[in-house]
């Protein structure tokens, strides 16, 4: 009898070790795949040590999308442990901006995809591009359970992915544009002011005052939250700042909205707003020049200056 219950308490102990065995071998083939690296791009090794980075896996891989057509464009997060990141906290009314530009920042859009939570997958069904050459894809998003900023907010995070429109043969890069101050969008004037000098490292106000006719306009809508966004990209490396209005929604307009922006470097950048008013949203575009500030003395002053920049 002892010798029965020797055998089975051993049998039972091999079956317990083969389940465990096999759901060891389960997960380990459930982390196999792609990573993200700590430098932000897709890797099949995972990284040693885990910096809780985020990359674009997209289907764009191999395409070349057509030229003034719908285009679909599906992708994923995924983070340093190959995981689908599926839960996202809401910014701006909405889990995820997209921002699309060509490299010479000639083109802009600002959009929000389909989100397939299960799979994790997002989708721009009819992603539409002007003219041929190489453009940037921008995820502006926040983790659900992610980095916490000083005043609670989730931290946001911007990532990139590139692709191919159109032909080289078609391809001309068009120069970045003029320091105007004030243009004629959609049938509103629209005037830039800014400090004489805007410096690198430092906080700068610009401000837009919005007009028609004459008159300042005092009645735009809420767009996405706010009164307006405005996305900020340095000429050549598009380094990309995102920002959002002092001003809150509900305060009595005066035609003026202002924005504080913390430029990284000295160079050339290119402003992009959007308003709405009327349910219809207008996009400007201006080009300012910023001189080399101060730089930060410590790597957590650098550290800082980024987190600031990026919303």
């Known amino acids: ?78 983070d340093d442990q190959g995981n689908t990141l599926k839960d996202y906290a809401i910014t701006h009314t ?39 050459g190489e453009y940037r894809i921008f995820a502006d998003f926040a983790p659900e359970k992610g980095q916490m900023g000083p005043m609670g907010e989730p931290l946001v995070v911007t990532i990139s992915d590139d692709v191919n429109v159109g032909s080289d043969r078609g391809y ?27 410096q690198s490292g430092e906080e700068s106000r610009l401000a837009f005052n919005i007009s ?33 209005p002092v001003e809150d929604v509900d305060v009595k307009q005066t035609g003026a909205v202002n924005f504080l922006v913390s430029f990284p470097e000295a160079g050339k950048y290119k402003v992009f707003s959007q308003f709405q008013r009327g349910g219809k949203v207008f996009t400007s575009d201006f080009v300012v020049s910023v001189v080399q500030g101060v730089q930060p003395s410590t790597p957590e002053e650098a550290d800082e200056n980024v987190r600031s920049m990026k919303h």
Do not use: W
Request: hydrophobic share 40%.
């Open 1 to 78: 009898m002892k010798r029965i219950l020797l055998i089975l308490g051993i049998l039972i102990l091999l079956i317990g070790g083969f389940i465990i065995a096999s759901k060891d071998s389960d997960d380990t083939k459930a982390t196999l795949g792609i990573y993200c690296s700590s430098d932000g791009t897709l890797s099949d090794m995972m990284p040693i040590q885990s910096h809780r980075s985020y990359c674009i896996k997209s289907d764009s891989n191999g395409k070349t999308y057509a030229l003034n057509a719908p285009n679909s464009y599906s992708f994923l997060i995924v």
């Open 94 to 132: 909405k889990p995820m901006h997209v921002i699309a530009v060509r490299k010479d920042l000639a083109y802009f859009q600002h959009i929000h995809p389909e989100f397939d939570k299960a799979t994790g997958t997002f989708t721009l069904a009819d992603l539409a591009f002007p003219e041929d």
């Open 172 to 198: 001309a890069s068009r120069p970045l544009g003029s320091e105007e101050r004030t243009k004629v969008v959609d049938g509103y004037q629209i005037n830039l002011a800014k400090e004489e000098t805007l």
């Open 212 to 244: 028609q006719n004459g008159k300042p306009v005092t009645d735009m809508e809420e767009y996405l939250g706010a009164l307006g966004h405005t996305v900020v990209l340095k000429e050549g490396t598009l380094d990309f700042i995102h920002a959002h």
